[in-house]
T-cell receptor
Framework: AQSVAQPEDQVNVAEGNPLTVKCTYS??????LFWYVQYPNRGLQFLLK??????LVKGSYGFEAEFNKSQTSFHLKKPSALVSDSALYFC????????????FGGGTRVLVKP | EAGVAQSPRYKIIEKRQSVAFWCNPI?????LYWYQQILGQGPKLLIQ????????DSQLPKDRFSAERLKGVDSTLKIQPAKLEDSAVYLC???????????????FGPGTRLLVL
């Protein structure tokens, strides 16, 4: 069965510093990986996805993520965090073996301090 | 382009009562999903529709949950009777459904927050 792990419940970072949110996955076939962000009382907003090709994926709001097959990771990064990046971040994986179902991690809360 | 619409945004009911949620997907999107997000957890898929047919309802508690998408557009999710553990945010999402399902991006609505007392 496919699964996603986000090992950190919360990440604290100072504004202007680099931000990294970790994600590892487990699938039986080739993974399709997604990052979403959730602001309070709002639905999930799509940030970026990895399908195939270049391991470094660029997405919305200056975020990027690096696919590492050997480490089965897909960490989300931003070179310079903003206070407005404070939110809940979810990593998700889709694998054909699981019927194309999207499986989410438990989420990581990011707090960017001024 | 309008996003996924959901209503109501909030609902408070007592256990054993029934409740229904409504979702209108992005125009032209053939695939519609209902997720349950319990506080502190990631969303969990309840049911997936392709047009008006069910693709996956393996995690839907069918003794109390039901969903329909009669005309392949709007969808309703119903809980009857509700239990305390059904307190959660119910998210609706849609995707175009026109290509490979694995590559498609799902777009989410704002969700309905349900509290069962």
């Amino acid at each position: 069965a496919q699964s996603v792990a986000q090992p950190e419940d919360q990440v604290n970072v100072a504004e202007g510093n680099p931000l990294t949110v970790k994600c590892t996955y487990s699938v039986s076939g080739n993974p399709y990986l997604f990052w979403y962000v959730q602001y309070p009382n709002r639905g999930l907003q799509f940030l970026l996805k990895y399908i195939t090709g270049d391991n470094l994926v660029k997405g919305s709001y200056g975020f990027e993520a690096e696919f590492n097959k050997s480490q089965t990771s897909f960490h989300l990064k931003k070179p310079s965090a903003l206070v407005s990046d404070s939110a809940l971040y979810f990593c998700a994986v889709r694998d054909k073996a699981a019927g194309n179902k999207l499986t989410f991690g438990g989420g990581t809360r990011v707090l960017v301090k001024p | 382009e309008a996003g996924v619409a959901q209503s109501p945004r909030y609902k408070i009911i007592e256990k054993r009562q029934s409740v229904a949620f409504w979702c209108n997907p992005i125009s032209g999107h053939a695939t519609l999903y209902w997720y349950q997000q319990i506080l502190g957890q990631g969303p969990k898929l309840l049911i997936q529709f392709q047009n008006n047919g069910v693709v996956d309802d393996s995690q839907l508690p069918k003794d109390r949950f039901s969903a329909e998408r009669l005309k392949g557009v709007d969808s309703t999710l119903k809980i009857q009777p509700a239990k305390l553990e059904d307190s959660a945010v119910y998210l609706c999402a849609s995707s175009s459904g026109g290509g490979s399902g694995r590559q498609e991006t799902q777009y989410f609505g704002p969700g309905t927050r349900l509290l069962v007392l």
